[in-house]
């Protein structure tokens, strides 16, 4: 990879002031191929591929929340075993009774326990999603993958500062 790039990209040397030792410039200052723009692509292609990602990461958002409520659902449902036995022990057979047979186990929604509503999403919205994203992305940009971003990058950053890098080094 390092082969295709410009030989000024590769091998340029950049004087440290303040200790007079050379450093090389190396491929971080240029971002990786995945990150440029391909050829032809408008502004408002990228913006509009750029904004389906972003709702797309929405629902990545929405969907860590949904696993959140799973595992809190689940949790609560033996909180609530906890709780049963604790009424039964007091001397509460009764209520303990009533609220095993009414609420321990019980569906979250009509027929589905918190697994399932997860499942269903995941299956349906969730992949239609993500396969519709990429299709956009292959179609339009040659799927490269945060190109709004990583145009941002370039342009907020300040080129050749430490910290200000276009991407990792090669060995991490």
């Known amino acids: 990879m390092r082969d295709n790039l410009p030989l000024v990209a590769r091998t340029s040397r950049l004087k440290r002031p303040e200790s007079g030792t050379l450093l090389t410039m190396t491929d971080r200052e240029r ?10 692509v408008s502004d408002e292609t990228v913006e509009a591929a750029g904004k389906l990602s972003e709702a797309l990461e929405t629902v990545e958002q929405a969907r860590g929340n ?21 009424l039964a022990e007091a001397g509460h057979h009764e209520l303990a ?13 009509e027929g ?10 995941d299956d ?6 993500r396969e519709l994203d990429r299709q956009v ?3 339009l940009v040659r799927g490269r993958r ?8 370039e342009d907020r950053r300040t080129h050749g500062r430490r910290g200000h890098e276009a991407r990792p080094a090669e060995d991490g």
């Open 112 to 121: 589905r326990w918190t697994f399932q509503i997860v499942e269903d999403f």
């Open 124 to 129: 349906g919205y969730w992949t239609e999603f």
């Open 137 to 139: 992305r292959d179609e």
């Open 146 to 153: 945060h190109l709004f971003e990583a145009e941002m990058k």
């Open 66 to 86: 949904l696993y959140a409520f799973h595992q809190l659902m689940g949790r609560a449902d033996l909180l609530l075993g906890d709780a049963v036995d604790k």
């Open 31 to 40: 971002p990786l191929p995945d990150h440029i723009r391909p050829d032809g």
């Open 97 to 109: 009774d009533r609220v095993r047979t009414e609420m321990v186990g019980r569906n979250v929604l």
